[in-house]
């Protein structure tokens, strides 16, 4: 679809013909759960895994902690993380362990999608639908996802990992500016520009930076999660289903171009993408580190992991992604 | 160390000595806060890469959810994971989203070692001493670790994974009994009755199977966790110093036998291995499905991920270890 | 309702039955948030005020700790509480902290009905209907209770407190044996054993002693909560709605008879008070203090203050009821 | 002291000279943990109880939610209430549970001084000690408050309430700007402008309204909670010790003036009155619809139950404090 194409006016007429256009319900049985993890298969895996060149590893994980983007919307916070234990405590012997034993210990309350994370299948319906056509009321009730829950991904999400530096390539001084709408031409520029490390195959994971983070970095939250941000246009609903990826990453809050493409809406292209293709999304990734491994030597594939945090139901999940180059 | 050589009733003797001899502090520099991680190099990783040969993944991780051990020991409960957001929610019409968008969100709090997990460097002191020397009111306060928090390991904890399958080896049924004391010639034994892939080398991340987990499965658990269960034998502290490894998970609540090998003791392996050696301990591993694989093709060595969420400042962390083979 | 007249094979029958009844539906109006509150207006709260003869004040609350009786049924944990500072990291100099102040401070993470508690309007349904007949899907989403929201009583629960001792008028060593249902025998034998301070008034906060906290507190929780105990039978349902009592509330967890009196049902006696009658409930209030209070001098009633905690939405609240006599 | 007598530049003086004249250690044995609590006797008690003129209630407390004041400074959130159970769930018929029930339940994350508040005793140290002269590091650990726990106080925290609205006295459209220090001088007038019901006796808990949360509620909270606004001065550290008061409450996030009154200050009137006075401080009441009735009719005076949750070595509590008139 071309971005002039899109009516303003008509985001549900819109996201029902791009629907329409790139379902994959019933594409792996009624009974499926991972969605386009399925094009992530052992062969796919195994070839990555040739992609290892030096060793060298990159976390693309953002911190967890208070100094986070999230602000409140809808009960996201920054995660709160305290401690049970202490090494004061141990030094003040005010903790009863035998021998010489001190210990510190903690816990955390937090959002599973307050940083770095995945989003699962079960955490955006179209229409009342969740991914593979099934009632959203029959999957994800408050005891959480009972079908597609993150932890169905647990074993599945590593293999080939791509990175497209958008803003490198399209941006300035390596950044998108808020508001961008990355459009499948761009994402084909940048594929062009990078070179052939960086074709995308079926079972990729991808990672578009934006380099809003690194902005963010630089110049601070402010009033973000969910103001204004680079991302994926809506018009790439077909590219993100013919491409036969597995997921697709980045380094925003929101994925998709924040405002979105419509007069009035709300993350349309997530309602195209998680229950219609059935596509798992990261957001708030890191990529700056490893963007600027791969513009040093010009190879922008690599080996990614990026596992779930095993939480039975869970739609969302933090994750700390590790790429091996 | 030979286990008949341990005094029951002297384990703040025993540490000591233990410590004495197999003490890494200043070996990578005053500022370090890796460890044992310092053996991880990229050359360990390249080759680590070479091991997938089928491109299958596991992943290692047990469940977060309320089925797990915890009794409330020392606050530590089994993850509360709540929904923000669901799909009954969605199906009522109650969210106020547009153009017919449904979503689920959700949040958790939880232990950071109520379930699959790594021990960072600041989780245990020996009197009052972090890992490399350091004061441990300096390292951890209620702000968490300031030096050396999980997420100084967020980029490293890659590599090649080997698994020891001591259940399958020495227990019977392929489980050891609790109170069950793994020492250095039991480890000796598995690795020579799995064969060459299980030889370990500097910079491993060494897999123990006890089997304590399938009964767990089994059974159910109980008044665990904490309670008795198989796991290394204090004796094993030269073993884990010696070797240069990387890193060590069992599939048990606390790494080490429990009981305890002394008549008072808590957990005194712990306190040579962290903050002397400098040893990164997972626990709570699940390595069943791995360890069936293995069985059946003879290959113990993989290509293994366990990066720890990035929580700044903490001193442990939940983890999806994948390994690939 | 005489207890032999209970069909223990047909709860759904007695339950329709007694809700036919002692249904208050539409008796304050259809907007109506308060239920039996209602009965608590300003005169009586005047006249309990009268009842203060020696100004002793007694808190009714159990302590909120990992010492409590929850067993994680439902996700129901006992509270975690933790430091966000402490007085040994102000020792340790560490907080940052101007001239020589140091602080602690503290959070905490909890079901609002893991100690003492009120049971909001919105936490029990009949056949999809809340309190005053209201859908249960418009007035309790994940958003929490958008109507009856405990937060709407924040200002009335003060007024006539009666403490029923039947543990002591009827029970051995004042305590009833877990399984024994209170009927309204029961209740009007304590009264008269009481004599005439406990009798029951419109708009009264009735206290019910069974002493199975007294028995839980010699001999620990066990796998409680949920499990035996005594309690109100469900043949109390029209003596709670005659009486014109504004709240009840136990010692006990479940507030009604456990296990209760069908063969297969899950707290009956709520669904006929909560949505039908619209009666406030109390549980695992601690009134063994007052007890022996009134005991000593023989007066019953007492001023009565059980403030729940403001909480928007919440369908339960922690609460700390002070009786003042 | 006078404001005047002040000197900016030198808090550390001045804490420690108002600290000599007005500490309260010993005064009540070296075991105390009630500090001023001492004054509130059952006298008191009994005699605040005929105050009750109408019956008429209010709740003195502002709204637990996430509109609230926090802005995550030191951890502090707004609280974050999640449902377990809900009532589109019930409708949608998965809970499982029989004839007809559903529930709704819930659960709560928040830090103890999120909004309503009481400050325990071990919420602010002198120099490393704590209230009556104890090492800060013997009594406030991680593992909480082990002396002077909230929980202590759980009985004793209702009797004679007065209402000073200084904010009406002193200030325009009844509010006073951010940054007003409230004197001595205000005081006397505000009680002496209100007449003799709010006159300060001995175990008196005073409820001081400024206007601020007046203010807030009209024009939203801001980037608050910390930032400036009105608040008692410094100087009145004398009167608070001399008046023999209970406690004493404000609209105010920080009770004292902010800024603070010397150039480089954090919360120097805590430090003089928790410690030193042993006083019980309120944050974040909500007097505003009291404040309205006092004026009606002239009385100031009221019968207050302020309880708070009895959490076990809270230095902290949420509290909805109910004044009955």
């Given amino acids: 679809m071309r971005p002039e194409e899109l009516d303003r006016t008509d985001p549900e007429g819109a996201i029902a013909a791009a629907a329409a256009r790139v379902s994959n319900w019933g594409r792996w049985g009624e009974d499926d759960v991972l969605g386009t993890m399925n094009f992530l298969d052992d062969e796919t895996r195994r070839a990555a895994a040739g992609l290892v060149r030096t060793g060298r590893s990159f976390s693309l994980s953002q911190s967890f902690d208070m100094d986070g983007p999230q602000r409140g919307w809808r009960r996201r916070t920054n995660p709160v993380h305290t401690m049970l234990d202490t090494g004061t405590d141990a030094v003040a012997g005010i903790q009863g362990f035998p021998h010489g034993l001190g210990g510190a210990d903690d816990v955390i309350a937090m959002p599973l999608q307050c940083s770095t994370q995945w989003d699962g299948l079960g955490h955006i319906f179209d229409h009342g639908h969740a991914w593979n056509g099934r009632p959203a009321d029959r999957v994800v009730t408050s005891e959480g996802d009972r079908i597609t829950g993150i932890e169905t991904a647990a074993d599945v999400i590593c293999g080939r990992g791509v990175l497209l530096d958008v803003g490198r390539v399209i941006g300035e001084s390596g950044e998108l500016p808020d508001g961008f709408a990355i459009t499948e031409a761009h994402l084909a520029q940048t594929v062009a520009a990078q070179g052939s490390t960086s074709e995308i195959r079926r079972g990729d ?46 380094d925003t809050w929101g994925f998709e171009v924040r405002p979105n493409e419509f007069d009035v809406a709300f993350q349309p292209l997530h309602q195209v993408a998680i229950p219609n293709i059935g596509l798992f999304i990261g957001e708030m990734w890191d ?39």
Avoid: K, M
Wanted: aromatic share 8%; proline share 7%; with cysteine.
């Fill in 287 to 325: 990529p700056d580190a490893l963007a600027a491994a791969c513009h040093d030597d010009g190879h922008y594939d690599f080996f990614l992991t990026a596992a779930p945090i095993r939480i039975t139901g869970a739609v969302g999940s933090p994750v700390n992604p590790v790429a091996v180059r």
């Fill in 205 to 250: 994971i991808v990672v578009v930076r934006t380099g809003q983070l690194s902005r963010a970095r630089r110049d601070g939250w402010g009033e973000y999660a969910g103001g204004p941000a680079p991302g994926l246009s809506f018009t790439t609903a077909d590219w993100l289903h013919d491409t036969e990826i597995a997921a697709i990453a980045t």
